[in-house]
């Protein structure tokens, strides 16, 4: 069909990309805005996108400033690191809220399993607050997963740590990782601004 139109709603969260968190959040909003023009729902696609800001404001003036976030990806019953600034979900939005990264790590990716960094050198981090994207609980029939929730608990240099014993864990939504839309970020921004305030 030559007079197909194309409508391209990649974002770049690489590390090839200066600037993730904008690419992120400008991206969302174009793409709603792009698609409430083919479906003639120009107002309700306004209307996500003032929620999206004000969820992105309510969530960054939650956060201190200063604690220390970690971010990981849990599937297959392992955890593994997700490097701040990159990659998807979590790595952004070091930079759309000023997270201060509990652990830096040279030469990461944005691999969507998490890169290779030990649980104690997570737990030796020691973050105020743990982040988490539960990869199996998206894909149904995932052989042997475990929820994050209990891939967590069950991890013993984890249990020192002020995040895991304060509670201060937030989950992303269990669809995050097949279902990264604005509803499922304006969702998880709402979760950040109710929990992190406390």
Do not use: C
């Not at 990806?73 to 979900?89: E, M, T």
């Not at 895991?164 to 998880?188: F, G, M, R, W």
């Amino acid at each position: 069909m030559p007079n197909a139109v194309v409508i391209d709603l990649n974002v770049d969260v690489s590390e090839e990309t200066a600037t993730p968190g904008e690419n992120l959040v400008n991206g969302l909003k174009n793409s709603t805005i792009a698609l409430g023009q083919i479906f003639d729902k120009n107002e309700e696609a306004k209307q996500v996108v003032a929620d999206f800001d004000k969820v992105i404001e309510n969530a960054k003036s939650a956060y201190n400033g200063t604690d220390k976030v970690m971010s990981v990806i849990v599937g297959g019953g392992d955890i593994g690191f997700s490097a701040p600034h990159s990659g998807r979900v979590w790595g952004p939005m070091y930079e759309i809220f000023g997270w201060a990264p509990a652990l830096e790590v040279a030469d990461s990716t944005s691999d969507h399993k998490g890169d290779e960094v030990s649980v104690e050198a997570i737990a030796q981090s020691n973050p105020d607050w743990l982040f988490v994207l539960d990869r199996d609980a998206a894909i149904s029939g995932e052989e042997n997963a475990v929820p994050a929730q209990d891939v967590i608990a069950n991890a013993p240099a984890l249990q020192k740590t002020t995040a895991v014993s304060k509670k201060q864990i937030i989950y992303a939504p269990a669809d995050t990782y097949t279902n990264e839309s604005i509803q499922t970020y304006i969702e998880l921004f709402e979760n950040l601004a109710n929990t992190l305030v406390k």
